[in-house]
């Protein structure tokens, strides 16, 4: 079910069955040369919408903006900010709990977002309700070591590939070409370096360690919309489960 395309009367009847509402939540950031702005927002809605199916699951319409200020030396990268993001997750989370809503999962496509949607969950969670959030990347990762990638790299293209073809743009690619800031100081990830096998947070703009907007292991040049789809359809088994799981969860 999808609570965009419900009148308040078929809502109001809905919420009734405490259901899960399942929110979306991404970016519209740079991703390379070769891959869309939207990705982190519009592979959490391809999720969503293979989960919409499921008896007692709603899906609330997607949240495009994130937290991205390190990317914002690349053109059309959109930055809400953490205190942006959490009033947005905040005013569809109490709004929906006012009318009996309880349960709540935030399938996020953006590292960033992270502390904008604990806030809102521990929010939810101390008014008797209960939020999780997956992290689509990370958990595919988890389940199958093939999954790994970063930013922009192989894994967000290959899935964008899967979810619309026309969104990525292969021959546009430009090598990773990290930045090291020093000699035995390397560069790690966009907000980390390694020195001595140790990892070092260091915040800076991306384009000074990802001079191309992505950094990850593979080139996103190998990406293939097989790699993708696989990937999308491990997510989707995944979050199926844990959504019959979670409706055992006791709430407050």
Not at 142 to 157: A, V
Not at 223 to 230: F, K, N, P, R
Request: hydrophobic share 40%.
């Amino acid at each position: 079910m999808y609570l965009s395309k419900m009148t308040t009367t078929q809502a109001k009847e809905a919420f009734e069955n405490d259901p899960i509402i399942v929110i979306p939540v991404g970016s519209t950031e740079q991703h390379g040369t070769q891959g869309a702005l939207g990705t982190d927002y519009l592979i959490p809605t391809y999720l969503a919408d293979h989960i919409a199916d499921m008896e007692n699951v709603i899906v609330a319409p997607a949240v495009p903006y994130g937290v991205c200020p390190y990317h914002l030396s690349f053109h059309g990268s959109i930055n809400i900010g953490y205190e942006g993001l959490y009033m947005v997750l905040h005013g569809i989370m109490d709004s929906l709990m006012q009318h009996g809503v309880k349960r709540f999962v935030v399938l996020n496509g953006h590292g960033g977002n992270t502390p904008s949607i604990d806030r809102a969950a521990l929010e939810v969670y101390h008014k008797g309700g209960i939020c999780a959030s997956i992290d689509w990347w990370s958990l595919v990762a988890q389940l199958d070591d093939k999954f790994q990638g970063g930013h922009g790299d192989i894994l967000e293209t290959s899935a964008m590939m899967a979810v619309d073809p026309t969104a990525v743009h292969l021959e546009l690619g430009q090598p990773m070409n990290p930045q090291n800031p020093s000699e035995h100081v390397k560069a790690a990830y966009i907000q980390a370096v390694d020195y001595r096998g140790g990892t070092v947070h260091l915040v800076r703009d991306t384009k000074e360690i990802a001079p191309n907007g992505w950094f990850g292991p593979f080139d996103p040049k190998e990406s293939t919309a097989e790699l993708g789809q696989e990937a999308l359809d491990v997510s989707v088994d995944f979050i199926r489960g844990f959504l019959g799981e979670m409706m055992q969860f006791e709430c407050k």
